[in-house]
């Protein structure tokens, strides 16, 4: 439209151009400007005073006027050797102002305006106005709301100047009403639809907007519904054609999408072929598929990834696997041959670091697996970029391994990082059904100074628990990744408010530790500390409490020193679907101190993936204790169970052995059973904060050593229960909430049937 304007307007001047006789230029007037300088238009003007202006250069300067975009017309005139150059400006944009704007910030909206050249100061062309409409418009519609409207009005003001007014109607959010999927005849439509994320209205859809359409969100979905069939061995099926429409009045929108499936095809036979420099023999086990097997693109996919990674960890790091397929279609058959090409065996020139501010380079470069010089090695590579990211400095970490330049055999491994705050000042409070309120406060830096090296000091304050503690850990304190720290604390306990035998102790204790890795899962903790403990206990404490303090005395010292083991193959800490934890450990009383005792514990974990969604986990525990030297196992390190940590549905430490109260003894042994279907919040699904999950507990704590206590209920069977979880990484910590039905509880026992823990303690 301005290219147009200019087109006719320098096509008419140029007509008065023609008519203007060749003449020296002696002076150059500028009238008309209210805001832009002279010197401004001078810069642009291609004429000056001295040269010649002839019709050529005449209708040249008007275009570079023009061009400008200041004005909206342009005159030259001759007078007595004196070249007028008459403008008339175009206003510009005193404001902006948007109406009607809740779905967005206003500023949020200037700025998508600014982008399409429309901002406040700039030159006001009509042109960019339409183009700012369809910008706002466009904002709208990604939020789904299509019946968006915008009408702008242009409001004259003083010195040349405008203001513009959005006036937006929002409309109604449009909603997903139906998907339907048609030619499906092996699956039922609602379970091809499960595997969308977009969907219709549901109680969820207000929070992930799911019910909202976006052409990325139904793109990810046709992938998923084809990934589905191919995994099924529909190896021919093909999306014929996806149908989005909307109601007349925007607010409904419809779905659909044709497929044709094919027919199902199985594996018939798997062939090896190309440069096998691996035996065969070893490669074959990495196959996925079998003869036999219905097809599947994922599990082919995962063949021919095992392979190029078997390959590049004998420093193939170019190594190409593609499979080749022959259909028997009357047969419904399929054979692969993989061609093998591992290309060029490379090493590793170089490992680079980038990103690191504050972190030293030693402290990342002690996690590599992969060494410069030596043969490059996938596997390598991947450990070391799992062991950077699981440092916790780091909110990012990538790994590319471009060939090195001027060379056919070497690759340099380049390492980025983006760091992230490592220190925090925390102060916070939480909430438990069995500690009550809990305040906590913690100073600690993970990374301190970039060493690597953990400095905390923490407090927790609890109806039950009460801690404060300064711990250091210096990860890497030989090169081989020994490492070694120290705590100091003071933890103070009254159960006088549990349903546990009342007591209460005061212990004042350091430890030092050390940690030696045996292998990237295995590690073994070694632990000598010294801990003094005040005892007090009343006439409402167990006969065996009494007896305690009396024999020992109101004031205990001891030397425990601990031995622990640790294996975890969890792909997660935070969020696991797979793999396992192990954990054994024991402590000892050593002897030439008041308290001679020790106790085991055992813990295995297990995630198993059922589907994408459904995840099986096990948690088993076993734990023992006693004294040794003729003395007792002390009743403050005695085992407990029940509660949201253990067998929920059941008070907190409350199954086993109780006194003539009623109140829980706890044990020397405890066992604990957990297995639970862990599934994501319906209408959350992705979303790592949450999940939820169906259980089945059972416990037991048993005390096999006599000490002459009157007990009320020596009942010391397995307790079980079962029920409904849920776990919320929430903004002001972990939540957990467990439903929970006690399946069989004596008369003695102390059932819940709501648990929750808000925050997290120490």
């Given at each position: 439209m301005l290219g147009r304007a200019v087109a006719a307007a320098v096509a008419l001047l140029a007509a008065s151009a023609s008519a203007m006789e060749p003449f020296v230029v002696r002076d150059i007037r500028v009238e008309g400007i209210q805001r832009t300088e002279a010197g401004t238009v001078f810069s642009y003007l291609p004429v000056k005073v001295g040269d010649t202006l002839d019709e050529a250069?005449?209708?040249?300067?008007?275009?570079?006027?023009?061009?400008?975009?200041?004005?909206?017309?342009?005159?030259?005139?001759?007078?007595?050797?004196?070249?007028?150059?008459?403008?008339?400006?175009?206003?510009?944009?005193?404001?902006?102002?948007?109406?009607?704007?809740?779905?967005f910030e206003p500023d949020q909206l200037k700025n998508a305006l600014k982008s399409t050249g429309l901002a406040e100061g700039r030159i006001l062309d009509k042109s960019l106005v339409d183009k700012a409409e369809q910008e706002l418009k466009r904002q709208y519609l990604g939020r789904g709301r299509y019946a968006a409207s915008v009408t702008t009005t242009i409001t004259p003001l003083d010195r040349n100047r405008?203001?513009?007014?959005?006036?937006?109607?929002?409309?109604?959010?449009?909603k997903i009403r139906q998907i339907n999927v048609v030619g499906n005849r092996a699956f039922d439509e609602d379970d091809l639809l499960?595997?969308?994320?977009?969907?219709?209205?549901?109680?969820?859809?207000?929070?992930?907007?799911?019910?909202?359409?976006?052409?990325?969100?139904?793109?990810?979905?046709?992938?998923?519904?084809?990934?589905?069939?191919?995994?099924?061995?529909?190896?021919?099926?093909?999306?014929?054609?996806?149908?989005?429409?909307?109601?007349?009045?925007?607010?409904?929108?419809?779905?659909?999408?044709?497929?044709?499936?094919?027919?199902?095809?199985t594996v018939s036979d798997i062939k090896l072929a190309g440069e096998l420099l691996v035996p065969e023999s070893e490669l074959r086990p990495l196959i996925k598929l079998k003869p036999g097997d219905t097809f599947s693109r994922e599990k082919l996919t995962e063949s021919t990834k095992l392979i190029s990674d078997r390959l590049g960890n004998d420093g193939y790091a170019f190594a190409n696997v593609n499979a080749v397929p022959e259909l028997d279609r009357d047969q419904q058959q399929v054979a692969f041959t993989l061609l093998i090409d591992p290309g060029r065996r490379v090493y590793v020139r170089r490992v680079n670091i980038a990103g690191n501010s504050r972190t030293q380079d030693e402290v990342i470069r002690r996690e590599f697996r992969q060494m410069e010089g030596a043969w490059y090695s996938a596997e390598k590579i991947t450990r070391s970029k799992q062991r950077v990211d699981r440092l916790g400095y780091f909110k990012d970490v990538t790994v590319e391994t471009p060939a090195a330049p001027g060379t056919t055999d070497q690759v340099d491994v380049n390492m980025t990082v983006t760091e992230k705050p490592t220190g925090a000042i925390l102060l916070g409070a939480g909430f438990s059904s069995t500690e009550g309120l809990v305040l906590t406060g913690s100073v600690s830096q993970a990374?301190?100074?970039?060493?690597?090296?953990?400095?905390?000091?923490?407090?927790?304050?609890?109806?039950?628990?009460?801690?404060?503690?300064?711990?250091?850990?210096?990860?890497?304190w030989t090169p081989d990744g020994v490492s070694a720290g120290f705590d100091i604390f003071k933890r103070d306990v009254d159960s006088d408010t549990t349903a546990v035998a009342p007591y209460s102790t005061s212990t004042?204790?350091?430890?030092?530790?050390?940690?030696?890795?045996?292998?990237?899962?295995?590690?073994?903790?070694?632990?000598?500390?010294?801990?003094?403990?005040?005892?007090?206990?009343?006439?409402?404490?167990?006969?065996?409490?009494?007896?305690?303090?009396?024999?020992?005395?109101?004031?205990?010292?001891?030397?425990?020193?601990?031995?622990?083991?640790?294996?975890?193959?969890?792909?997660?800490?935070?969020?696991?679907?797979?793999?396992?934890?192990?954990?054994?450990?024991?402590?000892?009383?050593?002897p030439g101190f008041d308290l001679t005792f020790y106790k085991l514990s055992y813990q295995l974990q297990w995630y198993y993936p059922f589907t994408r969604d459904f995840v099986l986990f096990l948690n088993g525990e076993i734990g023992y204790g006693d004294g040794y030297s003729g003395k007792p196992l002390p009743f403050f390190k005695n085992f407990y169970a029940g509660g949201i940590a253990?067998?929920?549905?059941?008070?907190?430490?409350?199954?086993?052995?109780?006194?003539?109260f009623g109140d829980a003894l706890g044990g020397n042994e405890r066992y604990i059973a957990n297995v639970e279907l862990?599934?994501?919040?319906?209408?959350?699904?992705?979303?790592?904060?949450?999940?939820?999950?169906?259980?089945?507990?059972?416990?037991?704590?048993?005390?096999?050593?006599?000490?002459?206590?009157?007990?009320?209920?020596?009942?010391?069977?397995?307790?079980?229960?079962?029920?409904?979880?849920?776990?919320?990484?929430?903004?002001?910590?972990?939540?957990?909430?467990?439903?929970?039905?006690?399946?069989?509880?004596?008369?003695?026992?102390?059932?819940?049937?709501?648990?929750?823990?808000?925050?997290?303690t120490f």
């Open positions: 250069r005449a209708t040249q300067a008007i275009k570079a006027l023009f061009a400008t975009g200041f004005f909206k017309d342009v005159r030259l005139e001759a007078e007595d050797g004196v070249l007028l150059v008459i403008l008339e400006e175009r206003p510009a944009i005193s404001q902006i102002d948007i109406v009607g704007a809740k779905e405008v203001a513009l007014s959005f006036t937006i109607s929002e409309g109604d959010v449009a499960d595997l969308f994320v977009l969907t219709t209205p549901g109680w969820f859809t207000w929070y992930t907007k799911n019910d909202q359409y976006s052409k990325q969100k139904l793109a990810g979905d046709l992938e998923s519904l084809r990934s589905f069939y191919l995994n099924q061995g529909y190896l021919e099926f093909n999306i014929d054609s996806t149908q989005v429409s909307i109601t007349p009045d925007k607010r409904d929108i419809y779905i659909t999408v044709a497929i044709t499936e094919g027919p199902k095809y990374n301190f100074l970039g060493t690597g090296n953990f400095v905390s000091l923490q407090v927790n304050t609890g109806d039950i628990n009460t801690v404060y503690s300064l711990s250091f850990t210096k990860p890497y004042l204790g350091a430890a030092g530790r050390l940690g030696v890795p045996l292998s990237d899962d295995d590690t073994i903790f070694f632990g000598l500390g010294y801990e003094r403990t005040d005892i007090s206990v009343n006439l409402a404490s167990p006969l065996r409490y009494q007896e305690f303090v009396r024999e020992f005395g109101e004031r205990t010292d001891s030397l425990p020193a601990t031995v622990s083991w640790s294996r975890d193959r969890r792909d997660s800490v935070i969020y696991p679907t797979s793999g396992t934890f192990q954990r054994a450990s024991s402590e000892v009383g050593l253990s067998v929920r549905g059941y008070e907190a430490g409350t199954i086993g052995p109780k006194d003539v862990l599934f994501p919040v319906p209408g959350l699904r992705g979303d790592k904060s949450t999940r939820m999950g169906v259980f089945f507990d059972a416990g037991a704590v048993r005390n096999n050593t006599s000490d002459g206590t009157v007990v009320l209920d020596n009942d010391q069977s397995f307790r079980f229960s079962a029920g409904l979880s849920a776990f919320w990484i929430s903004p002001f910590g972990p939540l957990k909430f467990a439903f929970a039905k006690a399946l069989n509880p004596s008369d003695q026992d102390k059932t819940q049937s709501f648990q929750f823990q808000v925050g997290s």
